[in-house]
């Protein structure tokens, strides 16, 4: 494998010097050089000890040189829509449950063990992003829709990426898991309300349908590998009384398109029907976290896998998104990408000396500072699916995931060089 990888960066040392050729002489070549480049680049960094962590940073990047050089490439596969509803709620569900499979029901815990921390935390995160970003889209000149996918992105939950963080900085990891996990869960209320009273003047925001489809791409995932992880320490009985629920709620599952969803349709009005969908997609999480646990029983690697697969979905969603919105990134990507800078670095400062005022130990107020600036791209990103507008109200998530790493990244290892006394001192948070 790491022969594969040096000669992935030989490979890409070539295609620059190509591409570099190329543009100077304008030969058409560059463009096959330049997605070789790329992708070899994110191959090789493997072979790196040093950059191997800027990996995942690097597929993102080659997945956005990929798209907007060969844009329909990317939204249609023969009579396959890469943007289609179905198939976008799919794999934003893979990448939350992935992202739900690093996560377990002891994180909550925290809540109990930091909660000044907790409640500065959700304080910090729910108000320090949402209104920057806002005050961005005032001082820049976006399209309406772009503007609010600004707003979008500084509205959601923090991510797993900012737990990363915080254990590489060696800075109190226990908040930030706990201050993940609890915007998480609030996200389904917080993020309609802040897009419905900040964006709602930008595009058209129904409060009740995006609290839904958070549900469905977030919490019901999430669910289901905290199901998992749940089940891992059940007992027997309890083991089987929770099988015996899956296997009832397989049948009413498969009972819906065999025609007990047309039925309910002439019987039952749409707050009804909102109400059996909901219950639907949670019976959906127990019957594949069930199966999902004993998948993983017989196949330990299976567990492993999943962050990986939880990458390859935020890869897919970048790809599709910048090629859907390459005409509107043309326009306005370089100043979209300085807005991130700007409102990443934002987070990171307002989220540090917000929590330091608060009274909270340095330990404490760097992880806070991680979980402001460092936003769910993946949620984001499923968020503008859902709404039909990808190419759009998607950019920024698609622009700002990859800065938000690359930062986050530098500002860990900043902090890591720099210990401070108090470190994951739960007491004094």
Sequence with gaps: MQSLRRLCLVLSLAAAVGLITGLIFGAPAWAPCAVVAAVGLAIGLGALPSLKGYQYTAWILAAVVAAMIYPAAFTHWGNLNLRNKWLLLGVVQLVMFGMGTQMSLHDFSG?????????????????????????????????????????????????????????????NLVLSVTVTAVTTLCAPF?????????????????????????????????????????????????RGAVFAAAVAGAVALLALPAGGWAWLSLRCDAGTLLGVELSAFAIGAVVFGVLYHVVVQRFAAVDRLMPLASMAGIVYFTTVTTAAGRENLLKVGVLLFLVSVIHNGAGYFLGYWLSRLAGLDKSSSRSVAFEVGLQNGGMASGIAGAMGKLGTVGLAPAVFSPWMNISGSILANFWSRRPVADVNSPGKS
Excluded at 111 to 131: A, D, Q
Excluded at 140 to 161: Q, R
Excluded at 206 to 220: A, G, L, R, S, W
């Design 190 to 238: 917080m993020t309609p309300l802040l897009m419905k009273v900040l964006a709602g003047t930008l595009v058209e925001v129904k409060f009740m349908n995006m609290m839904v489809e958070i549900v469905k791409i977030v919490i019901v995932p999430i669910m289901a590998a905290l199901l998992h992880d749940g089940l891992k320490r059940a007992s027997e009985r309890e």
């Design 111 to 171: 809540v109990f063990k930091t909660p000044r921390g907790v409640v500065v935390g959700i304080v910090c995160h729910f108000s320090v992003m949402p209104l920057v970003g806002y005050g961005l889209t005032r001082l820049f000149d976006f399209p309406p829709e772009i503007a609010a996918g600004v707003i979008l992105i500084g509205s959601c939950s923090s991510g797993l990426a900012s737990n990363v963080m915080a254990y590489i900085a060696r800075s």
